[in-house]
């Protein structure tokens, strides 16, 4: 049994989301940078291909595809 304690904290924060495209014009990986103006020390990267979209999908039971990844994201930061 493992208890872990959290801190609830706002932060400011931007983000880019970056789509590296391969031969056929399909993503080839999704990358996600986050970061504050607030906090210059804070930078949050996040590097997803199809193959580890698939096992996060897989664990956590999504329902998009890799290539709805990105916009899914871009929906999701624009919302909170």
Known sequence: LIK????AFVLT???DV????????NPDAVKVE???EL??????????DEDDFLLMK???RLNPDFYGYSTMLIKLFNNT
Do not use: A, K, N, T
């Open 58 to 60: 897989q664990i956590q």
């Open 4 to 7: 872990v304690s959290c801190i």
């Open 34 to 36: 986050l970061m504050s």
């Open 18 to 25: 970056f789509m590296e495209l391969g031969e056929d014009e």
């Open 39 to 48: 906090d210059y020390f804070f930078l949050y990267e996040h590097i997803c």
């Open 13 to 15: 924060l931007q983000y």
